[in-house]
């Protein structure tokens, strides 16, 4: 089995190639990876301890953000390796400060499995959430390098539950513990006969929990909000908004808006602040300009929103009306902000649950962001309510990362 999926990694690899010379994302994800051996063996010596963090993306590294952050503490001695698989993992947090190095995964190949991990030499591996890539596991467990899974999440859709997925469930013996988020995850693995599972929590409420500890304070957003009811768009599509610009160029209520788009580029930027017929000031127009005169920021850069969150007093979280759903809802939950977001969130069990005790809203078009909004805008005490039952949310579920680390104080 292992002959059939390295031609196919081979195949993958020359489609890749063949990509990047029409899509700028592939373009990065084949590029970054030409350098890889290089970059690693730079920063690692054959003298180093490491600790190896794997996640797929952005959401993955926000999560296990926190183990590596612990461990970091934990193993001072210890140098950190974070690896991404995916472009808009990478060069969003390829300048972060947890890690001593920063790089794209190589693909699973078995060369670059045995290459990667030579240079690396880990004496821990976490991969977060999900990714099993077998010629990397397979390596790992002959090399005996513990190998854990943090904040893991298994659905019965997945291969290693088919009769037909034996050579993905062979992966899986590669880790030593599982630990998981749910219920659901840790019932699916010991149906496999594992017994090395712990269900400990999603570190991401750690992560949001702690952000209430740092200084979020932008001054350039309190100028613009000058003592004004504000609502923060975060990681918006054109669908999202679509609806909500409809909403700003006709209702009366006195309120500001913050708007965070997914994607910005200059194009979609310039066709958002011309569809809006209030006063917009972009955040890279922000120095020349008296930023309380304006009714509409839209911010044109990234890795600021969630310190935008902290000044909002409502949120609107976009992904909601594509596929695979909604963003992340715990940002403006820890503010204690009252959430709307679009219709497709079921994928998403923090979401989901927002949704079902009260604090998030999911709206399925204009009409009904309309009612919802004016009830929030008018209606303090409904308005507070709802964003203590967020804030409540997150502080009830923090506790993952204190888990995954007790079991390391039992072992070691």
């Not at 604090?359 to 964003?387: F, H, M, P, V």
Request: glycine share 6%; aromatic share 12%.
């Amino acid at each position: 089995m292992f002959v059939l999926y390295n031609l196919v990694v081979f195949l993958a690899d020359l489609t890749l190639r063949f990509l990047a010379l029409l899509s700028p994302k592939m373009k990065l994800f084949v590029d970054g990876r030409k350098d890889v051996f290089e970059k690693l063996a730079a920063a690692i010596s054959t003298t180093d301890q490491t600790i190896w963090f794997h996640a797929a993306s952005l959401g993955e590294y926000e999560q296990g953000l926190p183990v590596m952050e612990a461990m970091r503490l934990k193993f001072p001695q210890h140098k950190i390796i974070l690896t991404f698989f995916s472009p808009s993992g990478y060069e969003v947090r390829k300048n972060n400060t947890v890690a001593d190095v920063t790089l794209y995964l190589p693909l699973d190949s078995a060369a670059n499995a045995r290459r990667f991990i030579a240079l690396a030499h880990p004496d821990l591996v976490f991969f977060v959430k999900y990714e099993y890539w077998p010629n990397y596991l397979k390596e790992l467990k002959n090399k005996h390098i513990r190998t854990f899974l943090i904040s893991g999440i298994f659905r019965e859709n997945q291969l290693f539950f088919k009769w037909y997925g034996a050579f993905y469930r062979q992966a899986l013996d590669s880790f030593e513990h599982f630990f998981v988020q749910n219920q659901t995850s840790e019932k699916l693995l010991r149906s496999l006969g594992k017994t090395n599972v712990s269900l400990s929590g999603d570190t991401r409420f750690d992560r949001v929990a702690a952000i209430l500890e740092k200084d979020n304070q932008l001054s350039f957003i309190e100028a613009f909000k000058n003592n004004t009811l504000t609502l923060v768009v975060g990681s918006s599509w054109p669908k999202d908004e679509e609806i909500l610009v409809d909403f700003i160029n006709q209702t009366s209520e006195k309120i500001k808006w913050i708007i965070a788009p997914h994607n910005i580029k200059a194009e979609q930027i310039e066709s958002l602040k011309n569809s809006i017929k209030r006063k917009v000031v972009l955040f890279s127009e922000k120095d020349t300009h008296n930023l309380a005169d304006f009714d509409v920021f839209i911010i044109d850069t990234i890795g600021i929103l969630t310190k935008i969150y902290s000044a909002g007093d409502l949120a609107y979280v976009g992904g909601g009306f594509g596929n695979p759903g909604v963003h992340n809802v715990l940002e403006p939950a820890t503010f204690g902000l009252p959430i709307l977001i679009g219709p497709n969130y079921s994928h998403f069990a923090e979401a989901t649950e927002l949704v079902q005790l009260g604090g998030c809203i999911s709206i399925q078009n204009a009409d009904q962001l309309k009612t919802e909004l004016e009830k929030l805008i008018q209606d303090i005490d409904y308005r507070n309510e709802k964003g203590q039952i967020c804030a409540s949310f997150v502080q009830q579920n923090k506790g993952a990362t204190r888990n995954i680390l007790s079991y390391f104080d039992t072992q070691n």
